[in-house]
């Protein structure tokens, strides 16, 4: 007998928290008759009820499921009549669940045999009776069991997902009147769409009674996807932290053993895993480099405060997105689903698209950030197709297709030319975007014919170089840079202020505007010059005739074919006050 009572004694110490079955425990656990002050202890001690079997009074817990393997929770009612509220969450997938009422075991008397019955005999007696199926769900939505009146008894919520390993939540009360963790919704919960634009949607719902009418914390959370509306924010939080899943699985404990662990990659305490594991180290090594992987997640989530209106910005045009808002209690973390909406941004306005003549430059504007479209049909019978492009401010993107299909995607600054293989009867769609900095404006010349280049060729540097020792009080020096091919170059001044700024000086830049743009008297003299050696291709200029102490913007200009120009960048020169 006193092996037996050690044997007892020595069992581990889950079973007696599991099932309930020791008076002592079922006495600690009566949720009709709660003791408030061991449940505040309890929900500060959220570890005491991580691995466990029991669900505590008006306090939600957070569970874990493998798939295809249940679990079960105790509750015990003590007193009949009893008011009694149980809510499932389910998370990342749906759940089956069910709620049995099963009689509590009478304690042995002694009489009989005349010995006590044994835990073991305990735990049979419960594990053979079925018990009273009171309510069944099957599916994602948080779903309730709710009675005014409940009678004595044990009873077991059972869990089981068959889709996959999941998160979920439970909540159980017998005190639903007085207990209200979550928030309350309006009588019109739905979230409402009250502005639609191409880039922002504006969102608007009914505030919770729960905050003016119990005066609790409560604030908002909205959130946005591309693929469906969610039923609770526990599903939100596993659908942002699908790439941490895996590091959100309990830690090993009642319904782990050291072989089922090892599957996860981490080593058991015992090592069992090096000997039961699937194969060699490295394979389990491969595995958790598998499950590491972060799957990149297209959803955004705001918490705005009690504000129940909120615009949504930086959304794609043309694209359907679902909306959600959850009313969260601040104080006890515990959400609250409105019916959540969805809606389809509006188009891009349609661009009118621009039809290139061959051989013909057309000039294109573009506003920040913006976009124009071009379309070029050449002759039926074409072998080559050549696209030269001129940006006159910023860098832009250029893309070609041919009858949709992708040909070039570059970026151009200054003078660019593209030469493409043709294709009979092909159709080529160019689009041209612009810059972040500011408006763009271009030349764009396209042509299946074999001419010259309409803009002339740059040099890779287009600075102009002043050289301080040969200034004067009435002349300056400068040099520049030219091509292999013969070109005409001239040269323009003005005279401009001491204090002529860099964004002054921004807005002279703009490469396309020629000669025909300068007064007669700012003209200095035009050369034509090249080099067969680059290294030697430089040429130098004096301009003279210059006042003493005063500031000049100096131009260099770069003739092509059929009169288009290239402006170099340009200089601001001072000349020497006293000489």
């Not at 401010?393 to 040909?407: A, C, F, M, P, Y």
Request: charged share 25%; proline share 6%.
């Amino acid at each position: 007998e006193m092996e037996n009572a050690a044997l007892e004694w020595m069992l581990p110490s889950y079973w007696y928290i599991t099932l309930l079955l020791l008076p002592a425990c079922v006495n600690v656990q009566k949720l009709p008759t709660r003791d408030e002050e061991l449940f505040q202890m309890q929900i500060r001690d959220k570890a005491l009820f991580h691995d466990s079997s029991v669900v505590p009074d008006g306090a939600e817990i957070s569970g874990y499921l493998f798939r295809d393997n249940p679990k079960r929770y105790f509750f015990v009612v003590e007193e009949d009549n009893t008011p009694l509220s149980v809510i499932v969450t389910p998370c990342d997938a749906p759940l089956e669940w069910k709620l049995t009422l099963q009689e509590l075991p009478e304690e042995a008397s002694g009489e009989g045999s005349g010995e006590p019955e044994s835990l073991e005999q305990q735990k049979q007696q419960i594990m053979n009776e079925e018990g009273t199926e009171l309510f069944s769900y099957k599916g994602n939505d948080v779903e309730y069991f709710v009675s005014s009146s409940s009678p004595s008894g044990l009873y077991q919520l059972e869990l089981i997902s068959t889709e996959k390993d999941t998160h979920f939540k439970v909540y159980a009360t017998t005190t639903p009147e007085s207990d209200q963790p979550y928030p309350e919704l309006p009588y019109d919960p739905r979230v409402d769409v009250t502005s639609l634009g191409r880039t922002t949607v504006t969102l608007a719902w009914k505030p919770t009674p729960t905050s003016s009418a119990l005066k609790l914390p409560i604030q908002y959370c909205v959130v946005i996807n591309k693929e469906h509306n969610f039923k609770s924010l526990c599903a939100v939080e596993a659908k942002i932290n699908t790439d941490d899943a895996f590091m959100m699985a309990p830690k090993p404990g009642l319904d782990f053993s050291p072989f089922d662990f090892s599957h996860f990659g981490f080593p058991s305490e015992n090592d069992a895993g090096k000997d039961r594991g699937f194969g060699p180290k490295s394979s389990n090594k491969k595995l958790l480099r598998q499950i590491t992987t972060k799957p990149k997640v297209d959803l955004q989530k705001f918490c705005i405060g009690n504000k129940n209106i909120f615009t949504v910005s930086d959304l794609k045009p043309d694209t359907q997105y679902y909306f959600d808002v959850f009313a969260m209690n601040t104080a006890t973390n515990m959400s609250t689903a409105y019916v959540g909406t969805f809606a389809k941004t509006k188009e891009e306005a349609k661009q009118k698209t621009i039809e290139l003549k061959d051989g013909k430059v057309t000039d294109v504007f573009i506003k920040r950030k913006g976009a124009k479209f071009l379309r070029f049909a050449p002759v039926s019978s074409h072998q080559k197709v050549t696209f030269s492009v001129h940006s006159c401010l910023d860098t832009i993107q250029i893309q070609v297709r041919r009858d949709g299909k992708l040909l070039l995607s570059q970026s151009v600054e200054g003078v660019r030319q593209f030469q493409l293989r043709g294709k009979p009867k092909a159709k080529y769609l160019i689009r041209l975007k612009g810059s972040k900095k500011g408006a763009s404006m271009l030349k764009i010349l396209a042509t299946s014919k074999f001419n010259k280049q309409p803009f002339p060729s740059l040099p890779e540097d287009t600075r102009i170089k002043a050289f301080d020792k040969l200034r004067t009080c009435s002349s300056v020096t400068i040099a520049w840079l030219g091509t292999q091919e013969r070109n005409k170059y001239c040269v323009y001044k003005k005279e401009v202020d001491d204090d002529y700024s860099e964004e002054q000086k921004k807005r002279e830049q703009n490469q396309c505007q020629g000669p025909d743009t300068r007064k007669k008297s700012e003209k200095v003299l035009c050369k034509y010059f090249h080099s067969q050696n680059l290294h030697k291709a430089v040429t130098t200029e004096t301009i003279k005739g210059l006042q003493s102490g005063k500031s000049y913007l100096l131009d260099v200009y770069v003739m092509g074919h059929g009169g288009h120009s290239v402006k170099y960048q340009s200089k601001v020169v001072k000349t020497r006050k006293f000489c």
